[in-house]
């Protein structure tokens, strides 16, 4: 008897081996489904349907797993690779089977002037091709205008507008709001234009503020207006004119601003959707279903460039690209930001790849940790010690701790309208001894030396003030003499266009903080040039964070299996879900403000940071 049950139980066991094995596989088979999925396939003939969905960026600040989970929701992507759009258009110029671009820019939400100019020359150059680019929105604003200028055809719908609004810096001011909740802000920093700790120890902005923010909002409006009517042929008086007059000109046609739009010449038809499609019908001809024209979107026009490339991809020479964007932040730093310790590593591993002839540091960032700085400008100039060269290209931002990364390099690229500069150093020490006082707590006690009682709930005392400010003071002696190495100037040249002072790109040249006007396309080619490569005979590389398998896998099946649950029925409740959502873009600056300032209050940091974006 005990032998028949020794067999049942023997079957039994092989039985759960084999279901096991069964589910393992049957599990393994649904993520390798979900994570591969299918090549998509291009018409022989197609129009490359360019839809930018948010922001464009240079780097996401959201990670898979959030991408994964707005997929899922089905909502629409808040952030657009800007490398996405500019590699989408380079490869359909001289695919055969694209044969025209649909700019659709409803979706786009707007992106600083330099990033714009970089989507604004592919387009230009994808059109050396021939192709035509048809551009459409319900409503063109000052960003969307930008690159719907360089189209080859610019459709408005009927009764959409084009509003080119200019550009501001507003910032919201804390000092009354910190006086009644009885908190000091004791300030350190060095330069009458450092402007970065203002909105916590002022009203309203300060002379100094006011007189640099304006130049330089003037020198990005001067250089949009030019280049937006160079695009379409206009002269720039003309356009100009068209935005201070836009009202009366709007009510003198009874509101029929589309039409004051085609009248200025600024859109070439007035169009629905419907005749857009037919025009695009015109172009390219009909898509299997025949119920539109045949198009690809970039993300799945992108994945077959992908694939294709991979098969061509062979080791050698290359000009490696490092993307810094966002916050600089001590350690690896989040999406969205650029963490010392990671950022060191990705530049560490191009030094010790020998096929890396040269390293283009494309910089988009206002700054931030004085500390992580000084570790990615150590790092760079450990790279420059091999004898290969380091171009800047800057994007939209590249000031303070941004423009301190930079002096490495043996060359600095920006565009006319990037803002830099901001050369200088702040701290902040907040204390809520007066917030105390007025709910009757005291503080008191006994300490060994000047710089016992360091505490939030009593005032700083002399002693840790002057130690304060002498650090911030030496932290922009150091500034200085950084810029003053990689710039070839002496300490007082560099000193009398920093002391935070922030500039646009066209007067950064001519004080001498950058050395050439132009696109990434050119600062890559000009790191090649001095490498001594042959065109045509290295490839260009973004090097990003290298991630183990293990870490791929488990990202990526983190965010299939979170994607998967809220598409089937894991959403819970729209309308809770609808209201979290627009609580979150409500506070999102506060937010935002709360967080920095959370940083930026620790006690003995140091940081090189500009509050200097223009909207």
Same mark, same amino acid.
């Given at each position: 008897m005990r032998k028949f049950f020794g067999y049942i139980w023997t079957g039994l066991d092989g039985l759960r081996r084999v279901l096991h094995l069964l589910l393992l596989l049957l599990i393994f088979g649904f993520i390798v489904g979900g994570l591969s999925g299918s090549i998509p396939k291009i018409p022989k003939k197609a129009a490359l349907v360019v839809a930018p969905a948010g922001e464009i960026v240079e780097q996401r600040s959201d990670d898979p797993i959030d991408l994964a989970v707005a997929?899922?929701?089905g909502e629409g992507q808040n952030e657009t690779l800007l490398r996405d759009l500019v590699e989408a258009l380079h490869v359909?110029?001289?695919?055969?089977? =694209?044969?025209?671009?649909?700019?659709? +820019?409803?979706?786009?939400?707007?992106?600083?002037?330099?990033?714009?100019?970089?989507?604004?020359?592919?387009i230009d150059d994808f059109r050396k091709s021939g192709k035509k680019v048809?551009?459409?929105?319900?409503? !063109?604003?000052?960003? $969307? !205008?930008?690159?719907?200028?360089?189209?080859? @055809?610019?459709?408005? @719908?009927? +009764?959409?507008?084009?509003?080119? @609004?200019? !550009?501001?810096? %507003?910032?919201?001011?804390?000092?009354?709001?910190?006086?009644k909740l009885g908190v000091d802000i004791n300030v350190f920093r060095v330069g009458v234009f450092k402007s970065a700790v203002e909105p916590y120890i002022r009203k309203d902005m300060s002379p100094e503020d006011r007189e640099a923010s304006q130049v330089f909002i003037n020198s990005l409006w001067d250089s949009y207006v030019k280049?937006?009517?160079?695009?379409?042929?206009?002269t720039p008086e003309a356009l100009a004119s068209y935005v201070a007059t836009l009202s009366p000109a709007v009510q003198a046609a009874k509101g029929d601003a589309a039409k004051v739009a085609l009248d200025a010449k600024l859109v070439t038809a007035l169009s629905s959707s419907s005749d857009v499609e037919r025009r695009m019908i015109a172009l390219v001809g009909e898509d299997e279903e025949g119920d539109s024209y045949a198009g690809v979107t970039i993300k799945d026009y992108l994945r077959v460039a992908h694939a294709e490339d991979r098969l061509k991809k062979a080791k050698g020479p290359q000009v490696g690209i490092i993307v810094a964007s966002g916050e600089i932040v001590d350690g690896d730093g989040a999406a969205g930001s650029i963490g010392g310790k990671s950022m060191v590593k990705m530049i560490r591993e191009a030094r010790l790849d020998d096929d890396v002839k040269a390293l283009v540091l494309r910089i988009d960032s206002p700054g931030g940790s004085v500390l992580a700085s000084e570790e990615i400008y150590r790092e760079l100039l450990a790279f420059k010690e091999t004898k290969r060269p380091i171009v800047v290209s800057m994007g939209d931002l590249a000031a303070s701790g941004g423009y301190y990364i930079a002096m490495p390099a043996d060359? =600095?690229?920006?565009?006319?309208?990037?803002?830099?500069?901001?050369?200088?150093?702040?701290?902040? =020490?907040?204390?809520?001894?007066?917030? +105390?006082?007025? =709910?009757?707590?005291?503080?008191?006690?006994?300490?060994?030396?000047?710089?016992?009682?360091?505490?939030?709930?009593?005032?700083?005392?002399?002693?840790?003030? $002057?130690?304060?400010?002498?650090?911030?003071?030496?932290?922009?002696? @150091?500034?200085?003499?950084?810029?003053?190495?990689?710039?070839?100037?002496?300490?007082?040249?560099?000193?009398a266009i920093a002391q935070g002072r922030v500039w646009s790109g066209r007067d950064a040249l001519r004080i001498g903080l950058v050395d050439q006007l132009g696109s990434l396309d050119q600062a890559?080619?000009?790191?090649?040039?001095?490498?001594?490569?042959?065109?045509?005979? !290295? $490839?260009?590389? %973004?090097?990003?964070?290298?991630?183990?398998w293990a870490q791929e896998f488990a990202q990526s099946i983190k965010a299939s299996t979170i994607a998967t649950a809220l598409r089937y029925g894991g959403i819970g409740d729209p309308q809770l879900l609808q209201a979290l959502q627009f609580t979150q873009r409500q506070l999102g600056p506060v937010e935002r403000e709360v967080m920095r300032f959370d940083r930026h209050a620790l006690p003995g940091r140091l940081y090189a940071h500009c509050f200097c974006s223009a909207h």
């Amino acid at each position: 008897m005990r032998k028949f049950f020794g067999y049942i139980w023997t079957g039994l066991d092989g039985l759960r081996r084999v279901l096991h094995l069964l589910l393992l596989l049957l599990i393994f088979g649904f993520i390798v489904g979900g994570l591969s999925g299918s090549i998509p396939k291009i018409p022989k003939k197609a129009a490359l349907v360019v839809a930018p969905a948010g922001e464009i960026v240079e780097q996401r600040s959201d990670d898979p797993i959030d991408l994964a989970v707005a997929e899922a929701r089905g909502e629409g992507q808040n952030e657009t690779l800007l490398r996405d759009l500019v590699e989408a258009l380079h490869v359909a110029k001289a695919d055969a089977r =694209i044969a025209a671009v649909m700019l659709d +820019l409803d979706g786009m939400s707007g992106a600083g002037q330099p990033t714009l100019d970089e989507f604004a020359r592919a387009i230009d150059d994808f059109r050396k091709s021939g192709k035509k680019v048809v551009a459409f929105a319900t409503a !063109y604003s000052r960003d $969307t !205008y930008f690159v719907a200028a360089h189209a080859d @055809e610019i459709h408005l @719908e009927p +009764l959409g507008l084009v509003a080119l @609004e200019g !550009y501001d810096r %507003y910032r919201n001011y804390f000092k009354d709001a910190l006086d009644k909740l009885g908190v000091d802000i004791n300030v350190f920093r060095v330069g009458v234009f450092k402007s970065a700790v203002e909105p916590y120890i002022r009203k309203d902005m300060s002379p100094e503020d006011r007189e640099a923010s304006q130049v330089f909002i003037n020198s990005l409006w001067d250089s949009y207006v030019k280049s937006v009517a160079a695009a379409r042929k206009l002269t720039p008086e003309a356009l100009a004119s068209y935005v201070a007059t836009l009202s009366p000109a709007v009510q003198a046609a009874k509101g029929d601003a589309a039409k004051v739009a085609l009248d200025a010449k600024l859109v070439t038809a007035l169009s629905s959707s419907s005749d857009v499609e037919r025009r695009m019908i015109a172009l390219v001809g009909e898509d299997e279903e025949g119920d539109s024209y045949a198009g690809v979107t970039i993300k799945d026009y992108l994945r077959v460039a992908h694939a294709e490339d991979r098969l061509k991809k062979a080791k050698g020479p290359q000009v490696g690209i490092i993307v810094a964007s966002g916050e600089i932040v001590d350690g690896d730093g989040a999406a969205g930001s650029i963490g010392g310790k990671s950022m060191v590593k990705m530049i560490r591993e191009a030094r010790l790849d020998d096929d890396v002839k040269a390293l283009v540091l494309r910089i988009d960032s206002p700054g931030g940790s004085v500390l992580a700085s000084e570790e990615i400008y150590r790092e760079l100039l450990a790279f420059k010690e091999t004898k290969r060269p380091i171009v800047v290209s800057m994007g939209d931002l590249a000031a303070s701790g941004g423009y301190y990364i930079a002096m490495p390099a043996d060359e =600095i690229w920006a565009s006319p309208a990037t803002i830099t500069g901001s050369i200088g150093i702040f701290g902040l =020490i907040p204390t809520i001894n007066r917030g +105390l006082d007025k =709910i009757g707590v005291g503080t008191d006690g006994v300490g060994t030396t000047p710089l016992s009682g360091m505490r939030l709930d009593r005032p700083l005392s002399p002693a840790i003030s $002057t130690l304060m400010q002498a650090t911030v003071e030496r932290g922009y002696e @150091e500034f200085l003499a950084h810029v003053s190495k990689g710039r070839n100037k002496t300490r007082d040249q560099v000193h009398a266009i920093a002391q935070g002072r922030v500039w646009s790109g066209r007067d950064a040249l001519r004080i001498g903080l950058v050395d050439q006007l132009g696109s990434l396309d050119q600062a890559v080619a000009a790191a090649a040039k001095r490498a001594k490569l042959v065109e045509g005979k !290295y $490839t260009v590389r %973004y090097r990003e964070p290298d991630l183990s398998w293990a870490q791929e896998f488990a990202q990526s099946i983190k965010a299939s299996t979170i994607a998967t649950a809220l598409r089937y029925g894991g959403i819970g409740d729209p309308q809770l879900l609808q209201a979290l959502q627009f609580t979150q873009r409500q506070l999102g600056p506060v937010e935002r403000e709360v967080m920095r300032f959370d940083r930026h209050a620790l006690p003995g940091r140091l940081y090189a940071h500009c509050f200097c974006s223009a909207h």
